[in-house]
């Protein structure tokens, strides 16, 4: 698979995903919707690994590997799909871009990762500071919308969370696998979710847009997407995938206003411009300040 389209499937899968996630939910339940998102893809990925013959590892690591994962398929999908009905779908793309950093910080305490320099502590500041001119803009944002910030809040910090569990269970499987594993392990928290939470019988219209967004998720979102994204992490350096985290916010804005009429008012762009400029700062940053030399040993 050649990585520069790899690359670009990854940029582009990302920047329309939070715009069928709202899709999705337009006419189905959220909770239904991303289960039904999820299943799809799990049992395509089956598929696919019985045509490549690889394998889904079933011992203890790899158990705990797909556990892990499923906190931000489960957990973070769960959220991101609810708060869709209460805040822009760009709004979505724009926290999720703050999850590098969250799980830096969260790497400090659970993986003993070294501490922050100054410019990333500056550059979480920044990122933040974005966060809270968007949250501000009583334009973009109705009075509904605090459910959905919440929502999205706890969406990226449950992501955040999977990715350095997973870290840190080293389970060292194939990519492909890890994804099917995380899937099927994340299929019971959103059939009990959504029996919970469920206010009327399943109907789902086969030429609504909601169910065509639900199998674009299905097949590029959660399927494709993922596996673009492994490709290149591996032969890309990391802070080349990085850039990924910086375009998106920006594409997805400009789709939810062109495709699903959302505002896009002066505030949305002052935040989200902060909040890149806070990961540029925070995956580039050691450019500005270089790392301190040591000092000659002494000699007596």
């Not at 990226?156 to 997973?166: C, G, I, M, Q, Y």
């Not at 959504?194 to 169910?211: M, N």
Request: charged residues 10%; aromatic residues 10%.
């Amino acid at each position: 698979m050649s990585v520069p389209i790899s690359y670009l499937a990854v940029v582009l899968i990302w920047s329309t995903t939070p715009l069928t996630i709202a899709w999705s939910s337009e006419s189905v339940d959220p909770v239904l919707a991303a289960g039904l998102r999820m299943a799809i893809a799990a049992v395509l990925g089956l598929v696919l690994m019985a045509l490549l013959r690889t394998p889904l590892p079933l011992h203890r690591r790899a158990q705990k590997t797909y556990a892990c994962a499923a906190i931000g398929v489960f957990g973070a999908m769960c959220c991101a799909y609810l708060s869709s009905r209460y805040v822009p779908s760009g709004l979505i793309s724009i926290m999720f871009g703050l999850a590098p950093i969250l799980s830096a910080v969260l790497g400090q305490w659970l993986l003993d990762e070294p501490r922050f320099r100054a410019y990333r502590w500056a550059a979480c500041l920044l990122a933040f500071s974005g966060l809270a001119v968007i949250f501000t803009d009583d334009v973009a944002l109705g009075p509904d919308s605090l459910t959905g910030l919440l929502l999205l809040l706890l969406a990226v910090t449950l992501f955040s969370l999977s990715a350095v569990l997973v870290k840190r269970c080293n389970g060292q499987l194939n990519p492909l696998a890890h994804t099917v594993g995380a899937l099927i392990w994340s299929l019971p928290g959103f059939a009990i979710t959504g029996w919970l939470l469920s206010t009327g019988p399943v109907e789902i219209d086969v030429a609504s847009r909601s169910f065509w967004s639900i199998i674009y998720l299905a097949t590029f979102g959660s399927l494709l997407g993922f596996v673009c994204y492994f490709h290149v992490l591996r032969h890309l350096p990391p802070s080349t995938v990085a850039l990924v985290t910086l375009i998106t916010p920006v594409f997805a804005l400009m789709l939810g206003h062109w495709l699903n009429d959302e505002p896009l008012t002066p505030g949305l762009w002052q935040g989200c411009l902060l909040v890149v400029a806070g990961l540029g700062l925070f995956f580039w940053g050691h450019r500005l300040q270089p790392e301190p030399k040591p000092e000659p040993a002494r000699q007596d």
